[in-house]
């Protein structure tokens, strides 16, 4: 998830990227910094066997000595091999690149969606409509108590989804409701399209990772975690939300240290439940890990 994300010409408050597990572990094999463009027409043309890169790659409709440039910054960051062979320059995958992004879901953020609001939105939706960057389309406004939620008076593109939540204290996942479903819109993409979300997806990975037991308290009595889908999400119990790490922290008015009985009471992990989080969740990131780094390995083992 990364926010304030996009192109030149569109930039959302919150982008989701849906991947693949596997091979969102077989990506790291590229290191943890973005691709961009260049990079990402190198390495996912790189051919498993020694080639001069202009055989081995597609024509590009820039000048090949761009192409030199990229292949050496290629090279630098490890994530092509290179030799020459006389003049020419050979290269070699170090891995196959993989397709890792399954769903790119756009959101905007506005709390409070009045009629100009709602105006100016407007356009920008349809841009994204228009260039179906995205899978999906989301407004996420404030909930109202009035029987008909003003955004769906509002004139918004159909295809877009309009999801309303209490903004107060962190997004309340459970009690947002959808109000209006999104069309899919990107059925049957054209590769330059392909493209252009691949390296929006490859922005929000170069954004980086934080692991959010390291920023919140798990250590606090209220701190919970509850699965949705594949992934371990915090709750915490007092605010009967997922709350955000911005609230979760040392000046959190609710938060309540583990009672010392607890550390005690013959849990099976030293240090009470809020250690037992963090251990498990450091499990699930090394796990992530090592299956990246198996992933390398039979790739080094088969060449
Ligand atoms: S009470 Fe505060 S510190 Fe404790 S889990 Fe909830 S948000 Fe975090």
């Avoid at 990402?40 to 498993?48: E, G, K, Q, S």
């Avoid at 066997?49 to 292949?71: F, G, K, N, Q």
């Avoid at 989301?138 to 029987?147: F, G, N, P």
């Avoid at 938060?255 to 240090?271: K, L, Q, S, V, Y």
Wanted: glycine share 6%; charged share 30%; aromatic share 8%.
């Amino acid at each position: 998830m990364a926010r304030q994300l996009g192109t030149q010409q569109r930039r959302w408050d919150t982008v989701v990227v849906e991947a693949d597990p596997e091979r969102l572990a077989a990506r790291r094999q590229f290191g943890d910094r973005e691709l961009d463009s260049d990079l990402l027409h190198i390495v996912r043309h790189a051919p498993t066997e020694w080639a001069w890169y202009r055989e081995a790659l597609p024509e590009p409709d820039y000048p090949w000595r761009y192409v030199r440039e990229s292949i050496h910054r290629a090279d630098d960051r490890g994530i092509l091999k290179t030799r020459r062979s006389g003049n020419r320059i050979e290269i070699k995958q170090i891995a196959p690149y993989p397709d890792w992004v399954d769903r790119l879901i756009a959101i905007e953020n506005k709390p409070d969606l009045d009629a100009s609001a709602a105006r100016q939105l407007a356009d920008q939706l349809q841009h994204d409509v228009d260039t179906a960057l995205a899978d999906e389309v989301w407004v996420a406004t404030a909930k109202t108590d009035r029987r008909v939620e003003p955004a769906l008076l509002e004139s918004l593109p159909v295809e877009a989804g309009i999801l309303t939540t209490d903004f107060e204290e962190g997004v309340d996942v459970d009690s947002a409701s959808v109000e209006w479903y999104p069309t899919r819109l990107t059925s049957g993409q054209e590769s330059d399209q392909h493209n252009r979300r691949l390296e929006l997806a490859e922005r929000a990975y170069g954004r980086g990772w934080r692991r959010y037991y390291k920023t919140m308290r798990p250590d606090c009595r209220q701190f919970q975690l509850r699965r949705a889908g594949r992934v371990l999400l915090p709750w915490c119990e007092a605010k009967a939300c997922h709350q955000s790490s911005t609230v979760c922290g040392s000046s959190c008015g609710d938060f309540e240290p583990e009672p010392p009985a607890w550390r005690t009471r013959g849990w099976p992990i030293e240090g009470g439940p809020g250690r037992g989080i963090k251990q498990l969740l450091d499990q699930r990131a090394k796990a992530a890990n090592r299956r990246a780094e198996t992933n390398q390995a039979e790739t080094t083992r088969s060449e």
